[in-house]
């Protein structure tokens, strides 16, 4: 690969001229085997990169239509995004990586997305074989810490409803519940709904109140410009500002 680094050449392909070049690789603790020679490593700028934080990937789970269970259970569950290389004990935290352990299946980003793929096709599934395939993509102990919250959103309002009817669609009288549907509506925000569902978040608690309008505001919501210019969510916003600094953690 150094001839893509160094030249922009691959075989006898070359890149264009503005072309950007980068590659990903993994901590030397992670014992993948992908470490770079050192004269390799000396030709290029290496940097650390982060994980993202839990609203950065709710975010952008909202925009990628990630399953509202699962990110209802992001939201609840702060250890889904902490790094091994905080955790110095691997039994202090069950869901991630840790080299320490070889652990068969872990929570990531990526098998995140995966565990959400199996719950969007849960009604196909017995609990049995849903709760067995969310093992085999994200572990046991967050495998069954999402089976919770499975059942919690499988008995939340269907967004039909809510677009109906949103004056008398069913409230969660759980605060889990209702961030999960505030999850539900954002991802699927169209012209003809956003009037139902914004009548429908005036009647939840102000915590998801917050969480719908912080939602609406982020500049990466695709749905933003959709939102903002609904002349009810503009005049609910003028009188609710407060409930914009709702809690971003």
Same mark, same amino acid.
């Given at each position: 690969?150094?001839?893509?680094?160094?030249?922009?050449?691959?075989?006898?392909?070359?890149?264009?001229?503005?072309?950007?070049?980068?590659?990903?690789?993994?901590?030397?603790?992670?014992?993948? *085997?992908? $470490?770079?020679?050192?004269? &390799?490593?000396? #030709?290029?700028?290496?940097? =650390? +990169?982060?994980?993202?934080?839990?609203?950065?990937?709710?975010?952008?789970?909202?925009?990628?239509?990630?399953?509202?269970?699962?990110?209802?259970?992001?939201?609840?569950?702060?250890?889904?995004?902490?790094?091994?290389?905080?955790?110095?004990?691997?039994?202090?935290?069950?869901?991630?990586?840790?080299?320490?352990?070889?652990?068969?299946?872990?929570?990531?980003?990526?098998? *995140?997305? $995966?565990?959400?793929?199996? &719950?969007?096709? #849960?009604?196909?599934?017995? =609990? +049995?074989?849903?709760?067995?395939?969310?093992?085999?993509?994200?572990?046991?102990?967050?495998?069954?810490?999402?089976?919770?919250?499975?059942?919690?959103?499988?008995?939340?309002?269907?967004?039909?409803?809510?677009?109906?009817?949103?004056?008398?669609?069913?409230?969660?009288?759980?605060?889990?519940?209702?961030?999960?549907?505030?999850?539900?509506?954002?991802?699927?925000?169209?012209?003809?709904?956003?009037?139902?569902? &914004?009548?429908?978040?005036?009647?939840?608690?102000?915590?998801?109140?917050?969480?719908?309008?912080?939602?609406?505001?982020?500049?990466?919501?695709?749905?933003?410009?959709?939102?903002?210019?609904?002349?009810?969510?503009?005049?609910?916003?003028?009188?609710?500002?407060?409930?914009?600094?709702?809690?971003?953690?």
């Amino acid at each position: 690969m150094n001839r893509v680094f160094l030249e922009g050449k691959f075989g006898s392909y070359t890149l264009h001229p503005d072309s950007r070049r980068f590659a990903t690789t993994n901590l030397a603790v992670e014992n993948v *085997g992908d $470490a770079l020679p050192a004269h &390799v490593r000396n #030709r290029l700028t290496v940097v =650390n +990169t982060r994980k993202p934080t839990k609203m950065e990937w709710i975010e952008w789970g909202i925009n990628n239509g990630i399953d509202h269970a699962v990110l209802g259970w992001a939201r609840e569950t702060d250890k889904l995004f902490e790094s091994f290389e905080d955790v110095k004990d691997p039994a202090n935290n069950e869901y991630i990586f840790h080299p320490a352990v070889q652990r068969a299946a872990f929570f990531t980003g990526r098998s *995140g997305h $995966a565990a959400s793929d199996w &719950v969007k096709q #849960r009604q196909h599934l017995d =609990n +049995t074989t849903l709760t067995a395939a969310l093992i085999g993509t994200i572990g046991e102990a967050a495998a069954k810490d999402l089976m919770t919250f499975i059942a919690i959103a499988d008995k939340l309002p269907t967004l039909a409803s809510i677009k109906a009817d949103p004056h008398s669609a069913i409230i969660p009288t759980v605060g889990s519940a209702a961030i999960m549907v505030v999850y539900k509506m954002l991802g699927s925000v169209k012209r003809d709904n956003v009037d139902p569902y &914004v009548d429908y978040m005036m009647r939840l608690d102000h915590e998801a109140q917050g969480y719908f309008a912080n939602g609406v505001r982020s500049e990466k919501y695709e749905h933003r410009d959709i939102v903002m210019q609904n002349r009810k969510f503009t005049k609910w916003s003028m009188d609710n500002t407060k409930l914009f600094t709702a809690d971003k953690k």
